[in-house]
Nanobody
Framework: VQLQASGGGLVQPGGSLRLSCVVSGFTSDDDYAIGWFRQAPGKGREGVSCISVNDGYTDYTDSVKGRFAISRDNAKNTVYLQMNTLKAEDTAIYYC???????????????WGQGTQVTVSS
């Protein structure tokens, strides 16, 4: 299983970014979930959002509810994280990860992609 994250960048406070995570190695019979996690300098890895690929169940950490939206395109094997109204405290390296159910617990994830840097600054 491989996960490829992309879409990070520098954005001003209040701006938007969309992250993408392309997933390969699962079969159509597999039931799994993709999560987005982030790690700011000097802090631990935090679960941001997750989505169950088959039934679309989603979960969000409280600090991003109403601002971030996770979605999937199963035809493209891609999960997106639309991030709106970005704040300086959203600055972090963002990682996507795969698990057998939707969880914001980083210890529960089985596979990890590389990170993509998101910087929110004026």
């Amino acid at each position: 299983v491989q996960l490829q994250a992309s879409g990070g960048g520098l954005v001003q406070p209040g701006g938007s970014l969309r992250l993408s995570c392309v997933v390969s190695g699962f079969t159509s019979d597999d039931d799994y979930a993709i999560g987005w996690f982030r790690q700011a300098p000097g802090k631990g890895r935090e679960g941001v959002s997750c989505i169950s690929v088959n039934d679309g169940y989603t979960d969000y950490t409280d600090s991003v509810k109403g601002r971030f939206a996770i979605s999937r395109d199963n035809a493209k094997n891609t999960v997106y994280l639309q991030m709106n109204t970005l704040k300086a405290e959203d600055t972090a390296i963002y990682y996507c990860a795969a698990a057998f159910q939707c969880s914001l617990n980083s210890g529960y994830q089985t596979y990890w992609g590389q990170g993509t840097q998101v910087t929110v600054s004026s």
